[in-house]
């Protein structure tokens, strides 16, 4: 794992944005659409608001920052939101502490505190957008979070949390550092820590698990990985049916139908001229 190892020394603040664009992509088999309906109701479920502030709060945490505010919602059919303003020290007004304990959230509420999400400094959103379509047995959960920090904290350290936090079959990740800060003589730092490829910062036995493809613009201290896993286990896949209950090419059938679905979110371009599979 990279990271600061030496810390520069600087004049005054560390004025470098840090961005980093997180998206991971979760796919399903579901031979009906009330199968899908139900699979769309279930994740929806497990991946509402308050877990996904309880992540963001995990990743504040892991980066060394202090929660300030926070905004949530819950959306109607589906999908949730969640963004956090965050600052690398603590302030001397009221806040919330980086537990982010729910209880503090509701007593904040009831002195009358609101809880805001505002780009000021700092700040973490999340973003989720269950998808199916009735033609295709395929169902699709996407996870859009954002991290984007100023000073000498890095969102990088957070990604192996991130990746094991959710169902990743693809994985799109954007990291940009924006801006420069200067040193004590004055001179201009564009980067203040090493990075070829943003797999330098992901454990090496999960990059085991996907094919990583980069594309990278050092001159603008831009990096892009896209990760594709490689194995399927058809009964992790599989909604409301057991893989021993379907004949062997009807297995076969499933698993070629997800791993089509998942290479043309890798690649983003319809690849093959029909749909998913269906029944």
């Known amino acids: 794992m990279l990271g600061l190892k030496n810390k520069l020394k600087l004049y005054g603040f560390n004025n470098l944005t840090k961005s980093l664009s997180f998206n991971i992509y979760d796919v399903c088999y579901a031979k009906s659409e009330r199968e899908q309906r139900d699979y769309i109701a279930y994740i929806d479920e497990q991946y509402n608001s308050e877990r996904l502030t ?16 926070i905004s949530r919602q819950d959306y109607d059919p589906q999908g949730a939101s969640v963004d956090i303003l965050i600052a690398e020290q603590a302030f001397p007004h009221e806040r919330i502490d980086a537990s982010c304990n729910l209880g ?76 420069f800060t200067r040193d004590i003589n004055g001179k201009k730092l564009f980067i203040d820590h090493d990075i070829t490829s943003i797999q330098d910062y992901i454990d090496s036995k999960t990059l085991k698990k996907y094919d990583a ?67």
Do not use: W
């Open 54 to 69: 309880d992540i963001l709060c995990s990743v504040t945490k892991m980066i060394g920052a202090q929660v300030l505010n």
């Open 104 to 179: 503090d959230i509701a007593a904040l509420k009831s002195r009358g505190g609101e809880i805001l999400g505002h780009l000021d400094k700092s700040h973490v959103t999340v973003h989720t957008y269950p998808e199916y379509h009735p033609d295709n047995a395929i169902a699709t959960f996407r996870v859009d979070i954002d991290i984007s920090t100023c000073g000498e904290i890095t969102p990088l350290d957070t990604l192996n949390y991130l990746i094991g936090s959710f169902d990743s079959d693809i994985i799109v990740m954007d990291y940009r550092v924006r801006g």
């Open 213 to 279: 493809v980069d594309i990278n613009v050092y001159q603008a201290n831009m990096f892009h990985t896209k990760m594709l896993i490689k194995e399927i286990d058809l009964q992790n896949y599989l909604f409301n049916t057991d893989v021993y209950e379907l004949p062997p090419k009807r297995r076969l059938a499933i698993g070629e139908s997800l791993r089509r679905e998942m290479i043309e979110i890798f690649s983003g371009e319809n690849v093959y001229d029909s749909g998913g599979d269906k029944d």
